[in-house]
């Protein structure tokens, strides 16, 4: 009797043996966690460094059996040489970036599209109200970046000539919404949270990205990244997208504390932060991307002929 009871009993330990190692499997997906190589990420001051933010400090990055490194910068020019110098894998980033970089045959990828926002905003002792009294006026901006592009297609849209106001070229963003405050320039070009921060000690919104549905933000990944850790980055992008879960569900008053800190935010911004509506990773615009491609072109900024298929790859999100 002994023996029959056994055998059955070995039997469904065998069985749930081997279903555990099935799912075991299937949560490390491509890779055991001990080879899996670390991924250095450039990003910005502003929101579309949250959800790294939120991913490591909930360890959903060692979920995934990766060590990712956040490095914070505060200028486009010094996120795109830390790039091209191998010091990061990827970076928060822009479609002008990609064209640029592309263009200088370093040869990157947009691997998804980012939710950061943009403003145009008036200093508040200045006497422009409305976009169509910046004719002659300073704005503070970032030349050839998403920056400018934004400040050209928010002109441009209000029927004024970009060339007709006067840009400054202020790369350093903190540096730039200091100039604003103190009146060393009449309007500056800023992301989110810094703009609202500025609206909320009363400069004044004029234009933004978001109420003209424009949106040129990606993340990119260099090639060499791609062909060295692309098992690493799925991963990343798996831990991504539970941080847009998480902060989908949770209270701001949760994590935003952490985010200021870890993001270098000014504490101040707190009481104006309001969060973009976070989604999963997607595919870049391939419209925006051809909107890109005729302004750079426009400032005889690139050469080659770039198709939107050669400069992006879906496939490390899916």
Known sequence: MKKKIFLPLLIIVFV??????????NKTEEKPAKDMKPITIGVMPDLDSVPFIIAKNNRYFEEEGIKVDIKHFKSAVDRDSALQTGNLDGAV??????????????NIKMTSQTDGGFKLLSGKNSNIEKMDEIKGKSIGISKNTII??????????????PDSINKVSVPQIPTRLEMLKNEKIDMAALPEPLASLA?????????SSDALNI????????????????????????????????IGKEKKEKYIDLVIKEAGFPPTVKDSLTLPKYTK??????????????WVKAKNLIKTD?????????????
């Open 215 to 246: 949106n040129a933000g990606v993340l990119i990944f260099t090639q060499n990244s791609i062909d060295t850790k692309k098992d690493e980055i799925k991963a990343f992008y798996r831990a991504y997208n539970k941080a847009v879960d998480y």
């Open 199 to 207: 609206a909320l000690e009363g400069n004044k919104v004029l234009s």
């Open 306 to 318: 770039l198709k939107f298929d050669d400069v992006s790859d879906s496939s490390l999100i899916k």
């Open 93 to 106: 980033s822009d479609m002008i970036s990609v064209a640029l970089l592309n263009d200088k045959k370093f």
């Open 16 to 25: 749930v043996s081997l279903l555990g190692c099935s799912n075991n499997k």
């Open 148 to 161: 400018e592009y934004l400040t050209d297609r928010m002109t441009s849209s209000s029927n004024i000539n």
């Open 281 to 294: 990773a997607t595919t870049p615009s391939k419209s925006e991307f051809e909107e890109v491609l005729k």
